[in-house]
């Protein structure tokens, strides 16, 4: 764990892999935190775009 | 003038392969057994092959002789050795997709649907090939098997997940090999060995029967040393497919007809912005000359390709990570360690993020087609340097050092985000490290990139010879 590391996420990850019955083994504790804090920089860049009603999820299906 | 390579020689080509064996000039089996010793001196060296099928391949171009001697048609690829990516069922072999984990698990009771119809077409199966565990890489730098090495520089990547499909023909083992592609995974290797790759239109060809791992964005598709080669084999592997949901209605447009077309007329525009940054002195040198050959003045912008690549990154974590979750929680410590914790963390996304980025993708796809309107191809690196050496964890991009391995994909991802059609081109530069260029076509236009591509070789622009060192074999 890193000082960037947001105050939040290892407790977030915590409880959302308790939820999910993921057990993160304590080796591997810091290489999770590493993606997840990887990948909520890259959703910050899809999460600030706006998108509108019309922004379908791309795929569609058919039955 | 040089005088052709013998069939059964390690610089023959897929084409010339299946004339001589159509017309009886050389056997199937003399093809067969010599790629097969050339497959055995060279794998220690560069590690390409995961399982070698000799039985198999004798049997099969045994069968291709009788066929010529008893005056049916062998088929368009006759006699043609070939091997795929290890996450293509092979009959009689347990589908190992790069892991440790897969080796538990029964043979394949049947072929890859790609598999069998290249077999159809009179071509031999040698083996299946090393790629990163379950294809979430861009190195091949394997925990469990080792490293692919690169032919050009075995001390060098061969880039990935497809890196021992990439390494296999470099080094002339074989012809033609299957890979697959979901952000990268057959254009960085073509890129970095030096070889034609197509990553055709989302669902042109079948993924039927091979192990996946981004259900929306697996593409599958060949490697070959030469434009013609990849789309004889392209055109054998087209058709719809029901075991593939994304193929079920894939429609035939056959290309290997049309190469000879030319490039002339085609309105070809450079990629700007995201793609001409951390960009080496190498990528934008292979970018330009393709572009001066292709007579490429114009750029065009793909708006939002920043975003495309983070977008296409959290779909990859949370759908592949979804598809492991069983064995992630019984038995993480048994992936590759490169893998492992980007599977955890993908297993704890938030859904707002993985749904946001499937939306985005919607909006993406729409602006980026219609770039199409006004350009046939757009140009754009394939990988930002050449091979690096294995084992390197940082390379300095922009004048920023940034992780080697995920920085590989910088400028693919954007592309097979949206499922376009792309040959990667390798780029004529004698005496350096191989590097390509990405040849980007609307969707279901891999006819143009095609003939693009051909134009680049007839001009020598583009060359995929065997590496040095493996060539005489």
């Not at chain 2, 061969?158 to 697959?180: Q, R």
């Not at chain 2, 006819?447 to 010879?465: F, I, N, Q, S």
Request: net charge negative; hydrophobic share 50%; aromatic share 6%.
């Amino acid at each position: 764990m890193t000082d960037d590391t947001p105050p939040g996420m290892a407790a977030y990850m915590d409880s959302a892999a308790a939820l999910i019955g993921l057990p993160v083994a304590a080796a591997h504790r810091a290489g999770v935190l590493t993606n997840l804090e990887r990948a909520a920089a890259l959703a910050a860049l899809v999460m600030e775009f706006p998108l509108g009603e019309q922004d379908d999820a791309a795929p569609v299906y058919t039955p | 003038m040089t005088a052709a390579p013998h069939p059964a020689s390690a610089t023959a080509t897929a084409t010339a392969i299946a004339a001589a064996v159509r017309a009886g000039s050389v056997s199937a089996v003399e093809v067969a057994r010599a790629a097969l010793y050339r497959i055995q001196a060279a794998n220690d060296a560069i590690n390409a092959y995961t399982t070698v099928t000799a039985a198999r391949a004798l049997a099969a171009a045994a069968a291709v002789d009788r066929a010529v001697a008893e005056g049916r048609d062998p088929g368009p690829l006759a006699g043609v050795p070939f091997a795929v990516k290890d996450l293509f069922d092979v009959k009689g072999v347990p589908t190992l997709a790069g892991s440790k984990i897969n080796r538990e698990r029964p043979p394949a009771t049947a072929d890859a649907t790609l598999v069998e119809r290249l077999e159809a077409a009179g071509a031999v199966l040698t083996g299946a090939l090393l790629m990163d565990e379950y294809a979430y890489g861009f190195t091949t730098e394997n925990a469990h098997y080792g490293p692919a090495r690169n032919p050009h520089d075995t001390s060098r990547i061969c880039g990935g997940s497809s890196g021992g499909s990439a390494a296999a023909v470099a080094a002339g083992l074989v012809p033609l090999t299957l890979g697959s592609d979901t952000n990268g995974s057959i254009r960085v290797p073509s890129s970095l060995c030096g070889l034609f790759g197509l990553k055709p239109t989302y669902g042109r060809l079948s993924r039927g029967g091979t192990y996946p791992f981004v259900g929306s964005l697996d593409h599958v598709g060949p490697f070959a040393r030469s434009v013609a080669d990849l789309a004889a084999a392209y055109d054998a592997m087209q058709g719809p497919d029901p075991r593939d949901p994304a193929a079920a209605g894939a429609a035939v447009a056959l290309v290997a007809g049309s190469l000879g077309q030319g490039a002339h007329g085609l309105r070809v525009a450079v990629a700007d912005g995201w793609f001409r940054t951390a960009v080496s002195g190498d990528a934008a040198e292979a970018v330009g000359m393709v572009a001066d050959a292709l007579g490429a003045t114009r750029t065009v912008t793909l708006p939002e390709a920043e975003r495309a690549r983070a977008a296409a990154f959290l779909i990859t974590m949370a759908e592949g990570a979804n598809l492991h979750l069983p064995d992630l929680k019984r038995r993480a410590g048994d992936f590759d360690h490169a893998t492992r914790d980007r599977f955890l963390a993908g297993a704890l996304l938030p859904a707002a993020w993985v749904q946001q980025a499937q939306r985005f993708r919607r909006w993406y796809r729409d602006r980026v087609i219609d770039l199409f309107g006004a350009v046939d191809l757009i140009l754009a690196p394939a990988t930002p340097v050449t091979a690096i050496p294995i084992g390197t964890e940082f390379i300095e991009l922009d004048g920023v050092r940034v992780p080697a391995r995920p920085n590989m994909g910088l400028h693919t991802q954007p592309i097979s985000f949206i499922g376009l059609p792309v040959l990667t081109v390798p780029v004529h530069r004698p005496g350096r490290l191989p590097i390509g260029v990405q040849v980007i076509a609307a969707p279901l236009r891999e006819d143009l990139a095609l003939r693009a591509g051909a134009a680049l070789e007839a001009a020598g622009v583009a060359a995929a010879p065997v590496a040095k060192g493996f060539a005489d074999a």
